[in-house]
């Protein structure tokens, strides 16, 4: 099929300029002889078709460069994997991460009550012991809903996720949301910014915060021996049985009680809650309990819907990263390669994610290798296609 009888690479191209066009270029002039463009699509396209390594980049594009000339300019053919990791490591990943965010937000369907689940993931082989570089750790903001990564922020060195979280969050539109964040997450600063940001919060509570801990678990535990009778409390059941597990989840809300120390240094803080757990796997039983604090009203469904897509950023992003993407497993270490390669694997987990076929990820992925009109359905995620 011809160029001109078939658009659909052109609303391609136009979107990831769009997108990337203000991306500062890293290289000096002279040493240019690939546009930087056409490196950052090549590379788009050779993650989501199953790259894991810059070797592989140049190998997809001399392999597929005939259809990557319908929307790519290549005035110097295809890149040699030197170039795209030397380029890959010189971006400036925040500069980089705001073209990502750009797209992510045309991806993600802003709506009132969604989801926005922040956790933090280690890739763990790319430390450099020689460098004296430790592994590098990432906080992630997923919308559970449209299974769209929106953003992501590398944890300095020397601080933890507390700094990196308000770092992350700062970038994102948050107004309407909820955001789950688990119990590293739990603090007064980071509350205030996210009702400051007009959103609520479900936090998760554990002994990192004393006094409010022993006081929520003190309440339910008075609550469970009255038999959760108190007419304000909330209560919701689930049940879940697939592929040889079977859990049983019971999520309790209740306004703040009145015991509640220090309440008032908790920005809008209007319920407490507990989930209790029962899981059966291949016969052995599993029993835990959670608690949590939040902004909203004492709502047991609703909170029980917060804290099952929370999970959606351990299901769908980090366990997939990790299963299908081997990102673990990735040396890429070199200046910001490690960082930028991150970026590249969540953009094309979003876009798999929304290419409607029930095939698995693993199986798209093979599928965009082998099939260049599939691959261009994916990509057409991204241009309103």
């Known amino acids: 099929m011809s160029k001109d009888a078939d658009p659909r690479p052109e609303v391609v191209r136009i979107s990831i300029v769009e997108c990337f066009s203000d991306l500062p270029d890293p290289r000096v002039d002279r040493n240019k002889e690939h546009k930087l463009i056409d490196i950052l699509v090549i590379a788009i396209c050779a993650v989501i078709a199953g790259c894991e390594a810059c070797t592989q980049m140049a190998e997809y594009g001399r392999h ?45 369907r802003a709506t009132g009550g969604r ?9 763990r082989r790319s430390f450099d012991h020689a460098e004296g570089l430790s592994p590098l750790h990432l906080v992630s903001a997923w919308a559970s809903e449209n299974h769209v990564s929106l953003g992501q922020v590398a944890v300095d060195t020397k601080s933890n996720e507390i700094t990196a979280i308000p770092a ?3 970038l994102l539109d948050l107004s309407g949301a909820i955001v789950t964040i688990d119990a590293a ?6 509350v205030s910014q996210i009702r400051k940001q007009e959103a609520d919060y479900v936090l998760a509570l554990k002994q990192n915060q004393n006094s409010l801990y022993e006081d929520v678990t003190a309440h339910f535990a008075q609550q ?15 049940h879940e049985k697939a592929h040889g597990r079977e859990e049983h989840r ?5 306004p703040v009680p009145e015991t509640l120390r220090n309440r008032e240094l908790w920005r809008d803080l209007q319920s407490v809650g507990m989930v209790q757990s029962r899981r059966i796997v291949g016969g052995r039983e599993e029993s835990y309990t959670r608690y949590f604090i939040s902004s909203l009203e004492a709502d047991a469904k609703q909170l029980a819907h917060a804290v099952r897509s929370h999970w959606g950023i351990e299901n769908s992003l980090h366990w997939v ?4 993407f081997r990102e673990d497993e990735s040396r890429t270490r070199k200046g910001h390669g490690a960082q930028n390669m991150a970026a590249l694997r969540r953009l094309a987990i979003t876009l798999l994610k929304r290419e409607p076929s029930k095939q698995s990820l693993t199986t798209k992925r093979l599928m965009a290798g082998w099939d260049d009109d599939y691959l261009l359905r994916i990509l057409l ?3 309103g296609g």
């Open 64 to 108: 597929k460069e005939s259809w990557l000339r319908r929307f790519l300019e290549l005035p110097n053919g295809i890149p040699s994997h030197d170039t795209f990791s030397r380029v890959l490591a010189l971006i400036d990943p925040g500069k980089f991460q705001e073209c990502f965010m750009r797209w992510a937000a045309a991806l993600h």
């Open 115 to 123: 989801v926005v689940a922040i956790d933090g993931k280690t890739l």
């Open 168 to 170: 992350l969050m700062e």
């Open 185 to 190: 997450g739990c603090q007064r600063a980071i």
């Open 224 to 238: 469970k021996a009255e038999g959760f009778a108190a007419p304000q409390c909330s209560s919701h059941e689930t």
């Open 250 to 254: 019971t999520t309790y809300t209740a």
């Open 321 to 324: 990263l990790d299963f299908t």
């Open 381 to 383: 995620a991204a241009g």
